[in-house]
């Protein structure tokens, strides 16, 4: 898999998983940009 | 001493042609594809009401059969109809959409509701023969209007339609020209709420054997607001359903905290007993419009059902320590916090182990955890997955972390301690409260001890925060002590008052030491 670091990212988050925050701190801690991040519910 | 759970009930209301012309996905569909396939196809995909009877999962929600039935169910369950099975169960019972139309019609006091004469001539005496309807409800239904005016309703006057096997037999007319707040699509949903809201009531009533006049507080915790443009979220459906469910003596207020809302709503009705301001306290919640056929698109194209074809409502009865109804320990509450954080691990941790941990309990002392009930027949076709699973699974990963458990202990405590999901993605409605009913039964025929009800829910849905929300409570065997037999403060103090006057007396030679 290839790094995240310096990619612009669009995160997705669902309430009854991961949620959009804490996929954020992952892609912001490997050097990712977050262009737009929301938390979904699916039910 | 800890209030006490004394009932519950659970509705479900049969709702076809509300699918198709009143879920936010078919509306927003009609809106951005109005020639789609999906809404072409959607009629062929419709239940009947005795296939959603059969449905396995309703007939558990009603409790006529136990969450364990459905361990023993392969899935998919949509095709396994359970047979002689009864509208009619342990909890409530399943509505058809036609009775349900009148019944919405007596939940409307002002005059915006109209049905067609001759759709109200057929189906009012089966409304009437429903042994939750009795005469003062029946009553409030009115005789009806020709389809004309129903139609101009409809058509030129931006009513909402209410239809039934296809057809047009009533409308909802808007309650203001301006106000958004007040358009015939919002009254009509709210009064879907109301009116499921009053069906759990009466059902409550029933179900507890009491005198409505003894219910002093409801408290509505659905996901609804009314109001108008000057207070968009005004309130107060719990004092409007009361009216209407005959609850005379009570009063009310709303809480909202989307899918946390009955868990919020519980916590609040047991402080309120426990604290003695009011005696005995319902929580009611009435079901979503918006959210039938939510899932629809997925269901269509695998060739299923639409399986999110039914309203749910629920009600809980709380009251004061009887010594014998489960205990609502208000000692073990789990919140999360504003700083809690949302990742799943602190979540869960804020929500299970850390209240119980405050009292000196392990997570393998509660024998049942209740979180996200959603039937997974629902869900996972339209790739949402197992969330009662997914939970369970969270929560025995949480108990391993705290070696409560070996890892290869992990699939036997979400045997043991989790559930099959069977409610209906109705928001609030599947959100832990649908164990309730079961808790109750289990802990007084001692087949459990304690159970934790969690309450999850999506705050950032509203745009206000990005928070997450929850919180969570015990349902505990009784300790056998009632209300009436328990020593307040007051009495511990007028007794070691007494104690020791005596003494001093008996010191000062008085000799009276053991008057």
Redesign the interface.
Same mark, same amino acid.
């Given at each position: 898999m290839s790094s995240i670091k310096d990619k612009k990212i669009i995160v997705i988050g669902d309430r009854d998983g991961i949620p959009g925050p804490a996929i954020d701190a992952c892609i912001l801690a490997a050097g990712g940009q977050i262009e737009y991040s929301s938390t979904e519910c699916f039910v | 001493m800890n209030s006490v759970i004394l009932s519950s009930s659970y509705v479900l209301v049969h709702t076809p042609d509300m699918v198709i012309h009143n879920g936010s996905t078919q509306n927003t569909e009609r809106v951005v594809n109005p020639d789609s396939e999906y809404l072409k196809a959607l009629p062929q995909h419709i239940r009947s009401f005795e296939q959603a009877v059969a449905y396995a999962p309703n007939q558990v929600y009603i409790g006529n059969k136990t969450p364990n039935f459905l361990n023993s169910l392969a899935m998919p369950w949509y095709d396994k109809p359970i047979e002689n099975a009864d509208k009619f169960g342990r909890f409530g019972q399943i509505m058809p959409q036609d009775e349900f139309y009148l019944l919405i019609q007596a939940c409307d006091v002002f005059d915006v509701v109209n049905l067609e004469k001759n759709f109200v001539a057929e189906i009012l005496p089966k409304f009437k023969n429903n042994p939750l309807i009795k005469e003062d409800i029946a009553l409030r239904v009115k005789e009806g209007k020709d389809i004309d005016f129903i139609e101009n309703i409809v058509n030129n006057e931006h009513g909402e339609g209410l239809y039934h096997n296809n057809k047009l037999v009533g409308s909802v007319t808007r309650g203001h020209d301006v106000d958004v707040n007040l358009s015939a699509h919002v009254l009509h949903e709210n009064l879907v709420s109301k009116a499921s809201s009053v069906l759990s009531l009466l059902q409550l009533i029933k179900n507890a054997n009491i005198d409505a006049n003894d219910v002093e507080y409801v408290i509505d915790c659905s996901e609804e607001a009314c109001g108008d443009v000057n207070q968009r979220g005004g309130g107060n459906f719990a004092k409007a359903a009361a009216e209407i469910a005959g609850l005379n003596n009570a009063t009310g207020s709303d809480v909202r905290s989307f899918?946390a809302g009955p868990a919020h709503a519980i916590i609040m009705a047991a402080s309120l007993v426990k604290a003695g301001t009011y005696k005995c306290v319902a929580v009611t919640a009435g079901g979503s419009t918006a959210k039938l056929g939510m899932n629809g698109k997925d269901h269509v194209k695998k060739g299923l059902p639409v399986l999110e074809d039914v309203l749910g409502g629920f009600a809980v009865l709380i009251g004061v320590n009887d010594g014998v109804h489960p205990e609502i320990n208000l000692d073990i509450v789990g919140r999360h916090t504003v700083g809690t954080?949302?990742? !799943?691990e602190a979540v869960i941790t804020s929500l299970l182990s850390a209240p119980l941990e405050r009292v000196g309990l392990k997570m393998t002392d509660v024998d049942k955890y209740s979180a996200?009930m959603?039937n997974p027949d629902v *869900?996972k076709p /339209?790739? /949402?997955?197992d969330?009662p699973l997914? #939970?369970f699974k969270m929560i025995a990963a949480l108990s391993v972390k705290k070696g409560q458990i070996e890892r290869k202990e992990l699939p036997i405590f979400v045997e043991k301690h989790g559930m099959p999901g069977w409610a209906p *993605?109705q928001g609030h409605i !599947?959100s832990g409260v649908p164990y309730i009913g079961f808790a109750v039964n289990d802990i007084l025929e001692n087949k459990i001890n304690r159970a934790m009800i969690i309450g999850?829910g999506?705050l @950032?849905?509203g745009r206000m925060t #990005?928070l @997450?929300d929850g919180v969570s409570f015990i349902i505990q065997k009784n300790s056998g002590k009632k209300e009436s037999e328990a020593i307040s403060e007051d009495m511990v103090k007028e007794f070691i008052a007494k104690a020791m006057r005596n003494f001093a007396e008996s010191l000062m030679g008085g000799g009276n030491y053991d008057k």
């Open positions: - | 899918c954080g949302s990742s !799943p996200e959603q *869900t /339209a790739g /949402a997955g969330v997914s #939970n *993605t !599947p999850k999506s @950032f849905l #990005n @997450f």
